[in-house]
């Protein structure tokens, strides 16, 4: 996935070299392999749920974790990172947001570029674009097919295309599986809405059987039980969205428990669609202006009293704000039931402003502990189990063998949620990115 095999064979040509130098001349020893880095003094999250380890050691080599835990020993010539005191988790993964093209004024892969960069500052280091437009889905695929490739200095992208919907026959369903997969789609995404152009469960059925039969993964927008149920009885892998209209019943925990469906809540979806109606205080926010610089338009475009006006006016919007309580309510019965939770934010959409990528997606793990999640169950939904929904086997946890994602704090998320905030600095497969 991350690595290719190019980059495995010019690895193992510094190992090379060294031996044939020591044969020939018996020069000076040099440490075989690859450069080693060793952060050391570091509370270790390791994403999993498992207790922190305190005063750990983790080694790096190239693109990968290659030991972590208390006793590992720093090897000769390693480049020696001292965090003393720091806390070291995994780089954060969004298991539900969007890569979408927002700008009037600047040409769409700059634009892409720089917001997948936003979400790696901000310690997003791996999203799920759960939804492109048309104009911006072919873009945001050669985004993803070359970061493999690449000293990648952004978050990595996977992406459904656009979200598929209303398919009023099995066939129609397939076909539009079928085209979204030869467009490069890595995942399928669906709208799933009562009412006019509602599509049934022999269609949801095909379309998810279609997508199985390509090798990917379902997921789908819903907003009421009938509908999380109908999806999770045809075959779906993931609820990309918070039941919101009641409580969810034991019938839907045990068809998502037995189907081993996960669950993404994206809470501040719900915040965004109200929150707008007076200027939020968090645009104060120091560390919500480090984003100014992408934020900056939508932010003043929300600051309007004209727009704010508007939210206040607007019944949809204000009764999301009952909504939002359901969907706290439904977190805390599904997580305390053992379904699998990942972290997910619906941020990035266009016409949908004010989702912000970055920040707002330590705004939904401050908003999952308020919903009754303890911060060690939050810090695992925004790893390992935003991993385990997306099915993504080499980032979400600090283990050997995974991808060097990691997020440095100054202070431990285990006593605050907020301290993810504290970014000390982030790592993108070994390397740590530059904070300007
Ligand atoms: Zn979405």
């Given amino acids: 996935m991350v690595r290719n095999s190019i980059r495995v064979w010019a690895a193992a040509l510094p190992a090379l070299l060294a031996i044939s130098a020591a044969a020939c001349q018996?020069?000076?020893?040099?440490?075989?392999?690859?450069?080693?880095?060793?952060?050391?003094?570091?509370?270790?999250?390791?994403?999993?749920?498992?207790?922190?380890?305190?005063?750990?050691?983790?080694?790096?080599?190239?693109?990968?974790?290659?030991?972590?835990g208390a006793d590992v020993e720093v090897p000769a010539g390693a480049t020696v990172v001292n965090l003393d005191g720091?806390?070291?988790?995994?780089?954060?993964?969004?298991?539900?947001?969007?890569?979408?093209?927002?700008?009037?004024?600047?040409?769409?892969?700059?634009?892409?570029?720089?917001?997948?960069?936003?979400?790696?500052?901000?310690?997003v280091t791996t999203v799920v674009s759960l939804g492109q437009q048309e104009d911006d889905r072919d873009a945001v695929v050669a985004l993803r097919d070359e970061q493999d490739g690449i000293e990648l200095d952004?978050?990595?992208?996977?992406?459904?295309?656009?979200?598929?919907?209303?398919?009023?026959?099995?066939?129609?369903?397939?076909?539009?599986?079928?085209?979204?997969?030869?467009?490069?789609?890595?995942?399928?995404?669906?709208?799933?809405?009562?009412?006019?152009g509602a599509m049934s469960g022999e269609t949801v059925a095909s379309l998810i059987d279609e997508a199985h039969t390509r090798g990917l993964r379902t997921f789908s927008h819903i907003f009421t039980l009938?509908?999380?149920?109908?999806?999770?009885?045809?075959?779906?892998?993931?609820?990309a969205h918070s039941v919101?209209?009641?409580?969810?019943?034991?019938e839907l925990i045990e068809a998502m428990r037995s189907r081993d469906v996960g669950y993404i809540p994206t809470l501040t979806r719900e915040l965004s669609v109200f929150t707008y109606e007076t200027t939020p205080a968090f645009f104060d926010d120091p560390f919500f202006q480090y984003g100014i610089s992408v934020y900056g338009e939508e932010a003043d475009m929300l600051s309007e009293e004209g727009y704010q006006q508007k939210v206040r006016m607007d019944e949809g919007a204000?009764?999301?704000?009952?909504?939002?309580?359901?969907?706290?309510?439904?977190?805390k019965i599904l997580s305390d039931a053992g379904i699998q939770i990942g972290m997910g934010t619906d941020s990035g959409v266009r016409g949908n402003p004010g989702r912000w990528?970055?920040?707002?997606?330590?705004?939904?793990m401050e908003m999952m502990v308020e919903a009754g999640m303890t911060p060690m169950q939050v810090l695992v939904a925004a790893t390992s189990g935003a991993a385990a929904v997306s099915a993504?086997?080499?980032?979400?946890?600090?283990?050997?063998?995974?991808?060097?994602?990691?997020?440095?704090?100054?202070?431990?998320?285990?006593?605050?949620?907020?301290?993810?905030?504290?970014?000390?600095?982030?790592?993108?497969?070994?390397r740590q990115l530059s904070r300007d």
């Fill in 26 to 68: 018996s020069a000076p020893e040099v440490p075989e392999g690859p450069p080693v880095t060793a952060l050391t003094g570091v509370r270790i999250i390791d994403g999993s749920g498992q207790a922190p380890v305190e005063g750990g050691t983790i080694l790096i080599s190239e693109d990968r974790i290659t030991a972590a």
């Fill in 86 to 123: 720091k806390t070291v988790m995994p780089g954060l993964i969004n298991a539900h947001g969007h890569v979408q093209y927002l700008s009037d004024s600047i040409p769409m892969r700059d634009d892409l570029v720089r917001r997948l960069r936003m979400y790696a500052d901000y310690g």
């Fill in 154 to 196: 952004r978050a990595r992208v996977y992406t459904s295309g656009p979200s598929t919907r209303a398919h009023q026959s099995s066939e129609a369903a397939r076909e539009a599986v079928a085209d979204l997969a030869d467009r490069g789609a890595d995942r399928i995404k669906f709208h799933m809405q009562s009412g006019d």
């Fill in 226 to 239: 009938d509908e999380a149920k109908l999806i999770v009885n045809n075959g779906i892998d993931v609820v």
């Fill in 244 to 250: 919101r209209d009641q409580d969810v019943d034991e």
């Fill in 318 to 331: 204000q009764a999301i704000k009952a909504a939002l309580a359901q969907a706290n309510r439904n977190l």
């Fill in 357 to 364: 990528q970055g920040y707002f997606e330590h705004v939904e």
């Fill in 392 to 430: 993504l086997d080499q980032v979400g946890t600090i283990a050997p063998g995974m991808v060097a994602d990691l997020l440095v704090l100054d202070a431990n998320p285990l006593d605050d949620i907020n301290n993810t905030r504290q970014i000390n600095s982030v790592w993108i497969e070994g």
